[in-house]
């Protein structure tokens, strides 16, 4: 079988951890499989490299950055690969370029647009290991070095494993999988053996340590099995990421996530007139900002209240936009001493009662929940921050996910 | 006028002096000059990744470690083309790939075959400053990156000098040029204006960490005007390494050279049969031993002493390969409490009596000489090591090139 794996800037980190990546990849290719291992540069490198360029510059050019961020993981790629040698394993390593991968060329930023995977079948043909330094690629314009962004090797993994049709691609990272919630909040925490791509997008804030949306979301459209699992625990099996099909008897909830960054934004008094609503979410999402949760609740006079919520580091932004509509409310304030509670599963579609559950569960100890939305396989809620453990203890109780 | 400029690791060793080389470049650039700027990877950064590498292997694959150490100058490349776009300037870094820049496949230690000038050339007729990553190319068979081996970048630039035909190619060091002697050894040194390529050849040890042969022996076949200057001092002129042709009236000396790294071998009492010297050489060059000087004298019976000098690390080899002649004399010792002693001046050619003058000046201070060889436009000696500073003064004084 054809693995992909991917090891992070943690799990390369010293000379010790990349030894230790070099025995994963040696005992996978003594049972006989192929490999492409995809590597971030050691941990420190990249914002090592940032720093020293961001001495001579702010805005330094992004072209050049390219060129300096894309060593880190050209370094890792050759340590791994004289490592692997030295284990007696014919292995080589391959830059973004040389793994054939084709981007735009927005530096810095590169989507990939294509994949080139010539040289590296040539190479698994070979009997060759293949070590990507991952993060990069080349425009397809002026064939310079380009990068994907953050979590730009993960991105590079699953791209490579959905061009080589690769059996799966696992992401190793010092964490061992996807949790129900989050173990340092709840030490009853379980590690989910499967979960579909959806739940794992909704569960972002679990994962974001680990994996990406993007390469979820990737993962999603190339149909690439993915696992989470960890280079420090290579011995426990992980989650496994797939198409909710090949996920039997789906639990009705999978996890419960807490994302902390968000900030509550209240227009009081709003004069309830035509458009008036679509005139300041046109105007947020002129400034790039992603509103995520919005309630609009009508007071006793012609007059309503909107409620809504944007990620805390667009905070500055937001206030900034909304200076146009100070005179649409009577008031506007900004509350950063909330959080957002999800509970995720996408067996929430064939049952009911899934949302009251959470309700009873709040009410139980005394929380007001603030603004709920719901989709298809989600239940958010927003409630006071100073909650936020006890919401997710009580909700990851409720719902059973310690059994 | 078209400048390569060269800046060594000391010279980029830090974000300051990237900096000050940003700002040399800038003021040939608002002189109106067109640049190509070769450069080293960061003082250090080298070696940190050889130490890297060997910590998995001591014989680590070269693909591997061209992949790795080419790393180096990618970056400091990128950081100074982000200082010279910061200063307003256009720049554009380019791997050694992107400059054009051919090279057999003997990884770690390349031969530059060809450079595709092209890309450059569009890029300085597009008004930019080019910073290329030295020391690199791609071998012509199967593209990979190659590394060109000690004084690669140095060579990178004389080459690329040599291909775009550029009007000078100026070396920056540590060091202003160079001198008549060590200045640590005589004070009254005194830095040369100009110098021919055979003469700076000859005077290696005086260049030695300035100027690598091998790229003073390309410059000269590419007639390539070298310059050896400081970026610390880039106000200083330095020292103009060019064709015999363009020096006016050359010193009939130029300088003294000491070489401490030589040992002298002693065979005594050689039975004198034909092809006796022919077998010794040839066993010691097919050792890859360097041999220097070589003198033999014939003594009172029907034997012959056989003295020569070779390289203080080959020692191990050398007595390695004498084993298969022990026999052919009565005793073979070796000395390294020696030293080479050398004048260099192309104006010996037309001048008498250099050589008696030098013999006289050791005589004066009753220095023994051990052997004497001589070429065209060097005189070489070698002496007791305790004597060399004192015979490095005695023969700067008397060939009067404090003056």
Chains 1, 2 share one sequence.
Request: with cysteine; glycine share 6%; net charge negative.
């Amino acid at each position: 079988m054809l693995r992909v794996l991917k090891f992070g800037g943690t799990s390369v980190g010293t000379l010790e951890r990349i030894n230790g990546v070099a025995q994963i990849i040696k005992k996978f290719r003594d049972a006989g499989d192929d490999i492409v291992a995809v590597v971030s540069a050691m941990s420190g490198e990249t914002n090592k490299l940032i720093e020293y360029a961001n001495n001579f510059s702010q805005t330094p050019n992004e072209i050049e950055m390219d060129m300096l961020l894309s060593s880190g993981e050209r370094v890792t790629s050759a340590l791994l690969s004289i490592a692997l040698n030295e284990l007696g394993l014919q292995a080589t390593s391959m830059s973004g370029r040389e793994a054939g991968i084709v981007t735009t060329s927005q530096h810095t930023n590169a989507r990939i647009e294509d994949i080139n995977t010539s040289n590296m079948k040539d190479a698994i043909s070979n009997g060759k290991i293949i070590i990507v330094a991952g993060f990069q690629g080349v425009s397809a314009n002026n064939a310079r070095v380009t990068t994907l962004g953050r979590g730009g090797s993960d991105l590079t993994a699953v791209a490579l494993a959905g061009a080589l049709k690769a059996d799966i691609c696992e992401i190793y990272t010092d964490v061992d999988g996807i949790y129900t919630t989050d173990p340092r909040i709840e030490p009853k925490a379980k590690k989910l053996e499967k979960i579909s791509y959806d739940e794992m997008l909704e569960l972002a804030s679990l994962g974001a340590k680990v994996l990406q949306n993007r390469s979820v979301e990737m993962a999603k459209k190339l149909n690439v099995n993915l696992v989470s699992r960890s280079s420090f625990t290579p011995e426990v099996e992980g989650t496994l990421i797939t198409k909710e099909e090949n996920i039997m008897e789906a639990p009705v909830v999978s996890g419960i996530a807490l994302d902390r960054n968000q900030i509550r934004v209240g227009m009081y008094g709003v004069i309830d007139k035509p458009g008036i609503a679509s005139a300041i979410f046109t105007a947020l999402a002129d400034a790039d900002i992603n509103v995520d949760m919005i309630v609009q609740t009508r007071g006793l006079d012609n007059t309503t209240n909107l409620d809504f919520t944007v990620p805390t580091v667009d905070i500055e932004k937001t206030k900034t936009t909304m200076i146009a509509f100070e005179d649409d409310s009577e008031k506007i304030d900004y509350n950063d001493a909330i959080c957002k509670v999800s509970i995720v599963g996408v067996g929430m579609k064939s049952h009911t009662g899934v949302a009251s559950k959470a309700f009873t569960a709040m009410a139980k100890d005394n929380i007001n929940i603030n603004i709920i939305s719901t989709s298809e396989i989600k239940i958010s809620m927003i409630i006071d921050e100073k909650y936020a453990e006890l919401a997710v203890r009580s909700l990851h109780e409720i719902y059973e996910l310690d059994k």
